[in-house]
């Protein structure tokens, strides 16, 4: 049985680079190791084992020496004090002498030929001076009250191919984790689970097969349409770039297109399509096999344009109105007042001519003076009121027009 100090985030970690995570769960009555495999993973769930958390010592703190208050300090207490006395008499026994102030009042003997010199002293010592005490600090010390209980755990190690690749992982009452490996080959592999108790210590082993071909299958490439005002594209453009120029990658599905001549607008394009390695993509290892066209043609258009000759088609745009010219404003005439009707002329009945007589010579020279001239007078005027009718009709209907 191991005793090891259990990783504080153990019951979460992940190995990096395809390890194993942890997880937990309540424990129970009896151990499950379960083990599985596939031709790229090996897989382990371990539930309901033994966990020991273990706890710190438990300290507690004790007094060696208790601690001293602080003693104040006292001053020195003195009695009045004294004033210096001189006697006039220079040999006076007594002169100097110091007393309390006053001692040479006028109202009492001492002042016969005694005067202050004005120097004084502190009078004499009462009781003397009391130095403070400092406080002491108590003095303390720590003791284990309660020792600390060891955590005890479990682990889990797996060895692929005789290399030890994840653990030992440490766990408490379960552990789940896969570990991902190259699928291309076979491979043998021990699970060893250390845990609480060696009747509960386990190492499984095992082996794996390499995982069957992969089969890619090409898909019929696809050409965005143009529109009214953009030309088509190629929808893979934005795709990451491959390794080889005016390549593009297709990341997960397991190929690459390359088209010639490099895109530059409508034309058409050659686009090869290729299988990725696995040292591109580890799911499609060495053995991948793909199906389909690997060869395709790709023929990109041109932006359609507008049009103005059919308002239900596509790409229709109504033509500009053309602008009506200005109109000059008429200015409005006076009213003209009806004419008239003009008579027309009536046609000239001709006059019949009733056979005269025979007359004299006489007579007949007479009448053919007068008589002749009268039909052709009156024939000769009704001409000339017609033309003049008409013409001032004509001039009138000018004016309105």
């Not at 053995?287 to 395709?296: L, M, Y």
Request: charged share 15%; glycine share 10%.
């Amino acid at each position: 049985m191991n005793i090891r100090k259990l990783i504080a985030s153990a019951t979460t970690a992940l190995l990096v680079g395809g390890g194993l995570a942890l997880a937990t769960a309540l424990p129970a009555s009896a151990h499950t190791p379960e083990v599985t495999s596939t031709c790229t993973s090996v897989s382990a769930n371990l539930t309901n084992y033994e966990y020991v958390p273990g706890t710190p010592a438990e300290i507690g703190t004790r007094v060696v020496t208790p601690a001293v208050p602080e003693v104040p300090g006292q001053p020195a207490v003195y009695g009045p004090t004294l004033y210096e006395y001189v006697h006039k008499n220079e040999n006076h026994p007594n002169s100097p002498r110091w007393e309390v102030e006053g001692w040479n009042a006028d109202s009492n003997e001492n002042s016969k030929g005694w005067s202050s010199t004005g120097n004084s002293k502190p009078g004499e010592l009462i009781t003397a001076e009391v130095p403070a005490v400092p406080a002491v600090p108590a003095v303390t010390e720590t003791y284990e009250v309660k020792p600390a209980v060891a955590e005890q755990d479990n682990t889990i190690t797996l060895v692929l191919d005789g290399v030890t690749v994840a653990g030992p992982i440490h766990f408490g009452t379960s552990y789940s984790g896969t570990y991902t490996m190259d699928g291309t080959t076979g491979h043998t592999y021990s699970v060893i689970i250390d845990a609480i108790g060696t009747q509960y210590d386990k190492t499984i082993k095992a082996k794996t097969t390499a995982c069957p071909p992969v089969t890619v299958e090409l898909p019929t490439l696809t050409v965005t349409p143009p529109t009214c005002d953009a030309d088509g594209t190629l929808p893979f453009l934005g795709n990451p770039a491959a390794q080889n120029p005016n390549g593009y990658e297709f990341p997960g599905q397991g190929f690459r297109v390359y088209i010639s001549p490099a895109f530059s607008g409508p034309g058409t394009y050659t686009a090869t399509l290729q299988k990725v390695g696995a040292g591109f993509d580890p799911a499609f290892p060495y053995g991948t096999k793909v199906t389909g066209q690997t060869t395709q043609t790709l023929v990109v258009e041109g932006k359609t344009g507008t049009q103005s000759t059919d308002p239900e088609g596509a790409c229709y745009v109504a033509p500009p109105e053309e602008p009506e010219e200005p109109t000059t404003p008429v200015t409005p005439e006076e009213p003209v007042t009806p004419e008239q009707p003009v008579a027309q002329p009536q046609p000239v009945q001709p006059v019949a001519r009733v056979a005269a007589a025979p007359q004299s010579s006489s007579e007949a020279l007479a009448e053919t003076g007068a008589g002749p001239v009268w039909p052709v007078a009156l024939g000769g005027g009704l001409l000339a009121a017609l033309g003049a009718g008409s013409l001032l009709l004509s001039r009138r209907r000018a004016r309105v027009q």
